[in-house]
């Protein structure tokens, strides 16, 4: 190993010069941080700067920077040295920009700029720049599972961008529900009319692209492997078991109409002229553009839609979503009639209309065609003579025994998604002879099919963990098109509802998103939320317990274990989130640059003034993806917030090992801040059950606390988004106060 070389690099630009006294920051460096080289310099940033730190690097054999200047999360591209190991001491947006510019606040703020100094170098001096994932996998072939217009879509774009694809529909044909349908709601201007649904387009452009190999009657038996080294037996019907090399998936395999017999009270099941959408785009596809007839051949002459059917039901016995669609669709399938016949009676009863795409053009294009929209809720429908009576509550009149005759009746009854199994809750029984829902539509409908769909060989369950309503856990604000599986990626309404359009948006999103996993993957860096971090965990095996506390709390199943019930580490499935270092009691694993040992000298470099100066020390650990974003975004908008706290980012609240609290209340440090993200049902965290388990972690270090005769306000958990810029500073200063209330912690001097 070379030897290493210690530097340090300090800006006096944006403000740092004239607030700071970078002489004192120099001398710092050089005597407590211990750095080889300290440079200063009036732009950083700048080509001038960053050549300096090149030349050093290149003519010096500096291996390791601490670089004190403005936020991390600034000026990464200048600042990146891919042989040399860095680190960032934050003195722009973590101290000038919090702090007032007076004579009184100018002390406390270079002591503020002083330990960032010393954090920073310390920080890089337990460092070793990371040279990447060995186990890389170089295969770029993406797989599509589902071949209606998600998949269709998924498939194309990522061929447009130059990638091989395997497509894999389990029925004999492409195209999912589309295919079925008569027209589609319009895309454009003016949104007067359906159009054609351009499935048979895409169809023909799939057969003629090289780039894409269709798998008809097929389903996925088995799926093992790591992101670019996927293996996937592809089981097709009458025919050989095809094993097919894969770089990323994308689970494209739409949804299932809700079972309208569960709604006997809308007549569905007691009329045959009681009808779903589905049914009505068959009657409209029989007509072809002219008169539609119902099944018994009778002409319809009046038809009324009921909108919500099964859907937005708080009792629990139905749908307690809205499907997205099925407003719009209700509206084109009225357009239908009127197209065909001016006369026919058209009624649309709807509690709430909502037309995402085309704002309110395409509902008045239907009015103008006198199409008739009342709101109501509908009690019941029941046969009448050749006809039906529809039972209403008219919300407009507030007339609760309000009625309309009508010939046909359709039910807008929403979607189900075909996700798989849930491994969050594998207690729905296997039903012998069932189908896996591979494509975009099946019309055995309702439920969710308890069978796999993806088959993955991952010790915490065959198929990608699910939302409450068993969409496909893909967060719509941290990572959408993201699952818990790395390169899997889901789109289309198997992820949530939606119509053909926010579809078409959703699969091009996934394919990308496919391909930069692709990418990352064969150069042995992360994926996204980290994406291009050449780290990896690593364990002391010597060490290790055999706990399985990594095992089981890794949210993404990238750790198994070995034939010796150690730890092993699928380095390509891995986020880099941290979240088994934060589980290991005994501190055997890490990154190369984030360990406990990272952290932990930054939380011992801080000055910690002793008991007479009465000034309080906090240390914030924060949430890279929310908090820490939240900090920066406060000191953009000159946010100030007390000079006593030293803020440290965390790559995740699961991250944090609850040696970092012991050892920074034993070190005198008066009070922690953990900083992370919104858990729950309703979760914002980047790396979906790391807040959740730090928390849980952390609720043990109050135990801790009454051991060492420490009161338990000294620790406080925030839950904190990205968009609290405003609230976070006074959140800081209230805590701070708290503190100086309770008196300053008894350790310091020790």
Not at 91 to 114: N, Y
Not at 258 to 277: E, I, M, R, T
Not at 674 to 682: A, I, R
Request: proline content about 5%.
């Amino acid at each position: 190993m070379s030897e290493k070389k210690h530097a340090a690099y300090i800006c006096s630009g944006c403000g740092l010069g004239e607030r700071l006294d970078i002489a004192a920051l120099e001398a710092v460096a050089k005597k407590e941080g211990k750095m080889q080289v300290v440079r200063t310099h009036p732009f950083l940033c700048s080509e001038e700067g960053v050549a300096m730190i090149r030349a050093d690097i290149e003519g010096e054999g500096v291996t390791h920077a601490a670089i004190c200047a403005c936020s991390r999360r600034a000026k990464t591209e200048a600042f990146n040295f891919p042989t040399t190991a860095i680190s960032r001491g934050n003195l722009r947006e973590g101290v000038i920009w919090v702090r007032p510019d007076t004579e009184e606040a100018r002390e406390t703020t270079q002591e503020m700029a002083e330990d960032y100094v010393r954090m920073a170098c310390a920080e890089v001096k337990a460092m070793t720049q990371p040279a990447g994932n060995p186990n890389t996998g170089t295969n770029k072939t993406l797989m599509v599972v589902g071949g209606g217009i998600s998949g269709m879509t998924a498939a194309l774009e990522a061929s447009r961008a130059g990638y091989k694809v395997v497509l894999v529909e389990k029925t004999g044909s492409l195209g999912g529900w589309a295919a079925k349908l008569h027209r589609r709601v319009p895309t454009r201007e003016p949104f007067k009319s359906p159009e054609d649904t351009g499935v048979a387009d895409m169809v023909a452009q799939i057969e003629a692209d090289p780039n894409i190999k269709v798998y008809l009657n097929a389903t996925i038996a088995k799926t093992a492997g790591a992101p670019g080294r996927f293996k996937v037996d592809i089981a097709v019907e009458s025919g050989p078991t095809v094993t097919e090399d894969i770089g990323a998936i994308v689970q494209a395999t739409g949804f299932s109409l809700y079972d309208a017999n569960k709604l006997p009270h809308l007549g569905y099941g007691k009329s045959p002229h009681v009808v779903d959408q589905s049914g009505l785009e068959a009657l409209a596809r029989a007509a072809n553009g002219g008169v539609i007839k119902r099944a018994d051949g009778k002409e319809v002459k009046s038809v009324v839609f009921v909108q919500c059917a099964g859907q937005r039901d708080a009792s629990g016995e139905h749908l307690p979503y809205c499907s997205g669609y099925c407003c719009n669709t209700s509206i084109k399938q009225a357009i239908y009639f009127k197209d065909a016949n001016p006369d026919v009676d058209t009624v649309v009863l709807f509690t709430d209309l909502r037309t995402p795409g085309n704002g309110e053009d395409f509902y008045r294009s239907a009015q103008n065609r006198g199409v008739i929209f009342s709101k109501g809720v509908v009690s019941e429908v029941v046969p009448s003579g050749d006809g039906l009576t529809v039972k209403f509550h008219d919300l407009i009149l507030d007339d609760k025994n309000a009625q309309i005759e009508a010939d046909l009746v359709v039910l807008a009854t929403g979607v189900v998604p075909n996700s798989g199994v849930n491994i969050d809750a594998l207690s729905a029984p296997q039903v012998e002879g069932q189908e896996a829902a591979g494509s975009e539509g099946t019309e055995t409908g309702g439920e969710v099919k308890p069978v796999s769909i993806l088959n993955l060989t991952y010790r915490q369950g065959p198929d990608i963990p699910q939302f409450k309503w068993g969409f496909t856990d893909s967060h719509f604000i941290c990572f959408p098109y993201e699952t818990r599986r790395t390169a899997i990626y889901a789109a289309g309404p198997v992820r949530r509802p939606m119509d053909i359009a926010q579809a078409i948006e959703d699969a091009t999103g996934a394919a990308m998103k496919a391909i930069q996993a692709m990418e990352n993957a064969g150069l042995g860096r992360a994926a996204h939320p980290r994406s291009g971090d050449l780290s990896f965990p690593t364990a002391r095996l010597e060490g290790c317990t055999q706990c399985k506390r990594c095992t089981v709390e890794c949210p993404f199943g990238a750790i198994d274990e070995d034939e010796k019930r150690f730890p092993l580490f699928n380095e390509s499935r891995c986020r880099r989130c941290g979240t088994c270092m934060g589980a290991c009691p005994v501190r055997v694993i890490s990154f190369e640059n984030y360990s406990v040992n990272t952290v932990g000298a930054q939380i011992k470099a801080v000055n910690i003034p002793d008991e007479f100066e009465n000034k309080p020390r906090i240390l914030i650990l924060a949430c890279e993806n929310d908090a820490y974003p939240a900090l920066d975004m406060a000191a953009l908008n000159r946010n100030c917030y007390s000079a006593f706290v030293r803020a440290i980012p965390v790559r995740c609240l699961g991250s944090v090992n609850t040696i970092w609290i012991t050892d920074a209340l034993n070190s005198g440090y008066d009070g922690v801040m953990l900083m992370g993200c919104k858990h729950g049902e309703d979760y914002q965290c980047h790396f979906v059950k790391g807040s959740e388990l730090g928390r849980y972690r952390m609720s043990k270090v109050y135990d801790t606390l009454k051991g060492m005769n420490l009161e338990p306000e000294r620790v406080l958990d925030l839950e904190v988004a990205i968009t609290d810029l405003h609230t976070l500073p006074k959140k800081i200063d209230e805590y701070t106060a708290k503190i100086q209330e309770i008196g300053l912690s008894p350790f310091k001097g020790f």
